[in-house]
């Protein structure tokens, strides 16, 4: 079944069945390799992308109910997401946060979506809104200070 969906900015047109996991268009279908898979079960966040603005599991969200939203993704996340995009990735950048890499799209696309919300977010406020976002290579601390950094860089 065809479907078009706006991602990054850009109406794409894909083919899938009804019940596909937007995480496998996105991967499979237009070929965007930053959303990672992870669990399958919305579980772990590395399939984090932004629907309409809201920070959701790609693995569970199907394609047609996305099929009058805005998708954002981690390649569309710097021009998509404003003066917050780019605020998080600078500070992922200025705290060495990545160690293997693999969850930090997923980990990228909740902290915008936090920051979106809350520009100013308490220690307690980042732990709720990145919990269910995993990072086997336990880099948990410098997640929460780059939030806080972002933070920063937004309120300057």
């Known amino acids: 079944m065809g479907y078009v969906i706006k991602l990054n900015g850009e109406s794409r047109e894909v083919t899938a069945e ?5 995480l496998w268009v996105i991967r499979d279908e237009l070929k965007l390799t930053g959303t990672k898979f992870g669990c399958g079960v919305a579980a772990c966040g590395a399939c984090t992308v932004h629907v309409n603005g809201e920070a959701v599991r790609s693995c569970q969200t199907f394609i047609e109910d996305v099929a009058d939203a805005e998708v954002t993704t981690i390649e569309g996340a710097a021009d998509r997401l404003g003066k917050v995009g780019k605020a ?7 705290l060495d946060v990545v160690q293997c890499g693999y969850c930090q ?5 909740q902290a915008t979506s936090l920051l979106a919300q809350t520009p100013k977010p308490s220690i307690a406020e980042i732990e709720e809104a990145m919990n269910g976002n995993a990072c086997r290579c336990a880099t948990y601390q410098r997640i929460r200070s780059a ?5 920063e860089i937004l309120e300057a």
Not at 88 to 94: C, G, N
Request: no cysteine; hydrophobic share 50%.
């Open 18 to 22: 009804a019940g596909t996991p937007l």
């Open 88 to 94: 998080v990735q600078q500070a992922w950048l200025e």
């Open 105 to 109: 799209s997923g980990q990228i696309m």
């Open 147 to 151: 939030v806080v950094r972002a933070s």
